[in-house]
């Protein structure tokens, strides 16, 4: 690689430091909180340092290089068709870990395909609109768009992997918002949505995820079983009170009371140790991040650029808002992360990644050619 080369790099992946470096200091606040800290138990943090590593290195190659080749319709299907194939090979080859098919695992690494349908999804979607964003008020564009989505969002529900597929619903149903819906389709999409959960509920939704959501109404009916998770999250949380117990003095957490706080619940058990402080901390990194999303989407350059951002901070806000409603009691428990401070290696891959796009897309807006705009709707 050429001086100037590096050099160019370089400057992209400096460009996006306002959202590379809350993103970093998110996952190092997670590795922190995840780490046993002085007990016996097998600590994830190291592997989360490598991933975080990774994921920088995936970030720096996103950025430099010019995405805008995600604009390609043909790159598109075939990105839509190879996600669906690997959800329907999850199905077909993979035995069932705590109930769920969602991962391949190779060894020590574990692969979601759902993340990668997460970015496919948006992608996706923002050359939809970019293309048909103008004739939005006729129906047959929301619902073709809606079918598009559901052969993603279908097949990660079936897992079934009910979080992941209520974010994908809502980061559809997000975008079809900015398009510029009329209020006649609003109001079509509740009632289908309302038909949907209705049918969800009595054939989609398993027994345990039923009870799960009976036990989001009225938790105290089955502490000891469905809604063990739920109470245990919001005693660790409440436990925090204004400062926190101190970095590794969580009790609940860390004398596991409270499950799968390196993932599902490590909002709540960073709460617990860092307090009300500690959390006004982290949901503030998580502004600055989807605040500049939404500043880079208002300067984009075309209307898939601007799609795609909004779609990723879209992701950010669903995430955020899901995981930390289920921590605090006010959502049932569905098993989702938070960007960047849960444990695991896909899904911290694919945000960083998602990062190294947007921040490619916002530094090379200037020079996207007047011909791309038109392309956006000839299909290219």
């Known amino acids: 690689m050429s001086e100037a080369a590096r050099q160019s790099a370089l400057r992209a992946i400096l460009s996006g430091w306002t959202v590379i470096l809350p993103a970093i ?3 190092l606040l997670g590795v922190l909180t995840m780490h046993p800290w002085g007990t016996e138990t097998e600590s994830l943090a190291p592997r989360q340092l490598i991933w975080l590593c990774v994921g920088l290195l995936v970030y720096a190659l996103c950025s430099a290089a010019d995405m805008h080749v995600l604009r390609r319709t043909s790159v598109l299907v075939v990105g839509y068709a190879a996600t669906a194939l690997l959800l329907i090979a999850l199905l077909i080859f993979v035995d069932p870990v705590q109930g769920a098919k969602s991962w391949f695992s190779f060894g020590a690494f574990s692969f979601q395909p759902a993340d990668l349908a997460k970015v496919v999804l948006i992608a996706f979607m923002a050359k939809y609109f970019s293309r048909r ?16 989505a559901a052969g993603i969002i279908g097949l990660v529900l079936i897992q079934p992997d009910l979080g992941t597929a209520v974010i994908l619903s809502f980061v559809w149903f997000g975008i079809v ?3 510029g819906i009329s209020k006649k389709h609003l109001a079509i ?14 054939f989609g939704l398993a027994e345990y995820q039923r009870a799960r959501i009976v036990s989001f109404v009225n938790p ?35 004398l596991r009371f409270l499950p799968e706080y390196e993932t599902d619940f490590i909002f709540a058990a960073f709460a617990e140790e860092w307090g ?7 949901l503030i990194l998580y502004a600055l991040i989807i605040y500049q999303l ?38 049932p428990v569905t ?46």
């Not at 601007?306 to 409603?325: D, M, N, P, S, T």
């Open 220 to 254: 105290a009916a089955d502490i000891r079983g469905a809604g063990y998770n739920a109470y245990q999250a919001v005693v660790a949380a409440g436990s925090g009170e204004l400062f926190g117990k101190g970095i590794g003095y969580g009790t609940q957490s860390k």
């Open 189 to 202: 999409v509740f009632v289908l949505g309302l038909i949907a959960a209705t049918g969800l509920w009595f």
């Open 335 to 380: 098993g989702t992360t938070i960007p960047f401070m849960s444990y695991g290696g896909s899904h911290l891959l694919i945000e960083f990644a998602a990062l190294g796009i947007v921040v490619s897309l916002a530094r090379h807006a200037r020079s996207v050619p007047r011909t791309a705009v038109g392309q956006e709707y000839l299909g290219a």
């Open 133 to 148: 964003h103008v004739e939005i008020q006729d129906v047959r564009h929301l619902i073709l768009s809606g079918i598009y």
């Open 294 to 331: 939404f500043s880079y989407a208002r300067r984009a350059a075309t209307n898939f650029d601007a799609f795609f951002i909004i779609g990723v901070a879209l992701l950010f806000l669903a995430h955020v808002f899901i995981h930390a409603g289920i921590n605090l009691g006010l959502l």
């Open 25 to 27: 200091a998110l996952t």
């Open 276 to 282: 009300f402080v500690g959390i006004t901390l982290v």
């Open 177 to 179: 918002l900015v398009s």
